[in-house]
């Protein structure tokens, strides 16, 4: 018998790694795009690739009972995996293809190997999507964690991007000292053009994180997509219809299992009636591997059998412990009493939702911090709780909220963020400025400073200057003008905390307290200003 | 573009004129003065016709030299905000360096907002391109060094490399409130051509000033009062902030510049301890009586 690989599946194959570097690099290029560019506002990032992501779209209209309409672009995605499988998984998704690809470079290095058989449970992504609904029924929004959207943004945002940058300046000392000026220069502005932050409290273990991740695939190809993903776990019990079946041709096939061997999803190509039509992602390895050319994917129109979708064996029991799991964790993330009190540190973006319902809506992608252009929003650790686990937080000591810039809104792909215009953020409270006259220079030193009314951005000033009396240790008094803060004209931006010359603890800084957005976490009460009018009238 | 080639035309002829006049008067060139001082409407056009007055940007800048001008590019404020120089008077500077044989023109600042913003929000940068010039950001990193200063109270700090490198240097600053040392006028430009902890300076702002200043040593100082900041100084925020003034001052004794803009806001030296401090360390003229000073409108 003639011996040949199906040069279509070849091609076809060729097509998918294709598809996958072309989804990657777009993915890449909108998140880069994703900064100040030279204009106030920007028009599409990368949060568009959010909105096609059902777990995402289902979790947080869910969590926050409220129609996000951007996420209908969800319902391509639906449509698409109901009719041809879970193409998105081996074909679009950006995390998918960094996972395959150092799959492969394991498998080419040797560190993989796999096995004829692979017997591990599939089970185990489905039972986190039970958590992850089961939670979001009740109002808790986990989808951001394991998301492969929100996953590898935050990773690449918080990680990687600062990483290479810092990577890439270290170099540039070497470049200096090699006497290349010039080309020293120019990549110092190629950094400050593309805005790459380098500051991340979490950033080592956000990059552990995305390490570990890719890690696992020499254990098993493709790792997070076989056992953790909660996205391909329900594109896999979307994937009913599947035009696309794997079909052997028995005359040709020698049972030799090189296609079981090297599926990328354990969808186990072979025998023929045991394909897992919701685990393949098409990818077209077994078809283009076959050394006989006996695999194919004929069109054939006829809806798969539930058991056939994915032949996991998804124990009714098991199901509805991992439900039962999801709807008992709530209150353990509740037990924190932020959501009764708000918290010290917590200053939320700019057109943030109140705090319940921005927790519904954040998904931790981190697009925000990628965006913002002091580098001052991080992902949070324990400010917010555990269910506030790398949500954004402003970090006046790292960065400030710059004061004609609303790009952190602009970006975030659920509106947990509100879209602001430059003109509306600019009112927006965040939080208010205290002076610790303790350590503030003028009123404990006795010298002149004034630093942070001087880069109050308001106009007029929420920083006055009133003279303040220092008694120095050798007895004299001095005086000289020391900082007040106008609460009323005060936003909350933090500049001048984070320009105060003190600089381990600074001499004046910002507490959320008075943030537009909460009405218990006040300080001023509007009174009705008109006071002419009887209000018990 | 018409208004440009007006302006363009404007300034080229006043510039024959001047030059033209004892050519066909037959009178002895007249004396260069101390400080020139333009009204104008438009800043293009009133930077290039005080340079003029002082004899040319060729009394300045030589042949082949690599200029840098150091305008004030501090804030993430547009120009009407009167918070960073006026770009206009920063193109008309740039293309007056490079007439003058300037190898290379460089413009670059030590921002306080983010240094991408404010080059760019300032219409600056868009400034410079279109003269020609090159904007560079100050990189701390690599490109800032401490070295000594030779001041009197500030001994060493850490330069921008990319300014002291040049062989010449025009200091352009804008004319501003500071609630500190009351004017931020050209000596106190000299904060956006360090690096490191620049917010401890203002313990003794005024003799940093001054230090920095007799470091730097300018070429030229051309003072930007086209549009100044009278409250909410340094980077006010409201047009109200602001006052049209459409003038600029320029020479090459910085203190009889900045006396003479401190005079825009009614402050003489008496007000002002950098400019006292400026005069004893021989850094100039503070006494405006004695400076021939060449006043023109156009």
Not at chain 1, 482 to 498: A, K, Q, S, T, Y
Not at chain 2, 50 to 60: E, K, P
Request: proline share 5%.
């Amino acid at each position: 018998m003639k011996k040949e690989r199906s040069k279509k599946y070849i091609a076809l194959q060729r097509l998918r790694v294709a598809s996958q570097a072309g989804f990657f690099a777009l993915f890449l290029y909108l998140l880069i795009g994703a900064r100040y560019t030279g204009e106030d506002y920007i028009s599409s990032t990368v949060q568009r690739f959010f909105h096609f992501d059902p777990l995402l779209a289902l979790v947080t209209i869910v969590s926050a009972r409220v129609l996000v309409a951007s996420f209908a672009f969800a319902l391509v995605t639906v449509a698409a995996t109901v009719l041809l499988g879970r193409v998105f998984c081996g074909w679009v998704c950006p995390l998918g293809s960094v996972h395959q690809f150092s799959s492969f470079a394991f498998k080419r290095t040797k560190f993989l190997r796999p096995p004829k058989e692979e017997t591990s449970s599939l089970a185990w992504k489905y039972y986190i999507l039970f958590v992850l609904l089961a939670a979001a029924l009740l109002g808790l929004n986990l989808s951001g964690t394991l998301d492969p959207f929100s996953f590898l943004t935050r990773s690449l945002s918080t990680a990687v991007f600062p990483a290479l940058a810092q990577g890439l300046s270290s170099l540039n000392g070497l470049v200096y000292g090699l006497g290349l000026v010039s080309v020293g220069r120019s990549i110092s502005h190629f950094l400050e053009d593309w805005s790459l932050n380098v500051t991340f409290i979490q950033g080592f273990a956000i990059g552990l994180m995305l390490l570990g991740a890719l890690a696992l695939n020499a254990r098993k190809e493709r790792f997070w997509c076989r056992y953790l993903c909660p996205t391909g776990a329900l594109l896999g019990l979307l994937s009913r219809l599947g035009v696309f079946k794997l079909r052997i041709d028995p005359g040709k096939c020698i049972e030799c299992g090189l296609c079981t061997q090297h599926c990328q999803t354990q969808a186990r190509p072979f025998p023929n009636d045991e394909w897992k039509s919701g685990e393949c992602v098409f990818c077209e390895t077994c078809a283009a591997i076959c050394p006989t050319g006996a695999i194919g994917f004929p069109a054939r129109f006829s809806a798969e059998k539930m058991s056939s979708v994915s032949n996991v064996a998804l124990a009714r029991r098991k199901v509805l412990l991992s439900a039962f799991l999801g709807f008992f964790s709530v209150p353990f993330f509740r037990l924190t009493p932020f959501r009764r009190r708000a918290s010290l540190k917590l200053i939320r973006p700019p057109g943030s939702l109140p705090e319940s319902g921005f927790l519904a809506k954040c998904v931790k992608c981190g697009q925000c911090m990628r965006a913002c252009p002091t580098n001052g929003l991080q992902p949070a650790l324990a400010e917010a709780g555990p269910e506030g686990l790398w949500t954004p937080v402003l970090v006046p000591k790292i960065g400030y909220c710059e004061y004609y810039c609303s790009l952190c809104t602009q970006v975030c792909p659920t509106g947990a963020i509100k879209e602001l215009t430059i003109e509306e953020k600019s009112e927006v409270k965040i939080g208010a400025a205290w002076v610790r006259k303790e350590r503030c220079i003028p009123y404990v030193l006795g010298k002149p400073c004034i630093v942070c009314e001087e880069h109050c951005p308001v106009s007029p000033k929420a920083i006055k200057l009133v003279d303040v009396e220092a008694h120095l240790a050798d007895g004299r008094v001095v005086v000289h003008k020391g900082p007040v803060v106008d609460i009323e004209l005060c936003i909350g931006c933090g500049i001048c905390e984070n320009k105060c010359p003190v600089m381990d603890e600074p001499a004046i800084f910002v507490t959320s307290v008075g943030e537009s957005r909460s009405d218990k976490n006040r300080l001023l009460l509007e009174i009705i200003p008109d006071a002419g009018d009887d209000p018990y009238r | 573009m018409k208004r440009r080639d007006f302006i363009r035309a404007a300034a080229v002829g006043g510039i024959a004129l001047r030059w033209g006049r004892p050519l066909f008067a037959g009178q002895a060139p007249p004396p260069v003065p101390d400080l020139a001082v333009v009204e104008g409407a438009s800043p293009y056009a009133i930077t290039k016709e005080v340079v003029a007055s002082l004899g040319g940007m060729s009394r300045f800048v030589g042949k082949g030299d690599r200029v840098v001008i150091k305008p004030n590019i501090g804030w993430d404020r547009t120009p009407e905000m009167a918070a960073n120089t006026n770009p206009e008077v920063v193109k008309a500077l740039v293309e007056l360096a490079q007439d003058a044989g300037a190898r290379r023109v460089i413009v670059i600042d030590n921002t306080t907002n983010q240094a991408r913003r404010c080059y760019i929000r300032s219409g600056i940068q868009d400034a410079v391109k279109e003269a020609g010039g090159t904007m560079l950001f100050v990189d701390e990193q690599h490109r800032v060094r401490k070295m000594a200063l030779g001041g009197t109270w500030l001994k060493e700090w850490d330069v921008v490399l990319d300014v002291i490198e040049a062989d010449k240097v025009i200091n352009v600053p804008i004319a501003k409130h500071h609630s500190l040392c009351q004017l931020t006028l050209g000596m106190k430009n000299w904060l956006g051509a360090i690096g490191g902890a620049r917010n401890q300076l203002h313990q003794r702002i005024d003799e940093a000033m001054v230090d920095l200043a007799a470091f730097f040593k300018p070429a030229l100082t051309v003072l930007d009062a086209y549009r100044i900041l009278v409250r909410n100084g340094p980077q006010g925020g409201r047009v109200s902030d602001t006052e049209l003034r459409e003038t600029i001052v320029a020479g090459a004794d910085v203190a009889a510049v900045e006396t003479m803009g401190a005079s825009l806001f009614g402050l003489g030296p008496k007000d002002l301890l950098f400019l006292r401090l400026a005069h004893e360390r021989g850094l100039g003229r503070i006494d405006l009586e004695g400076l021939t000073i060449e006043k023109r409108k156009i």
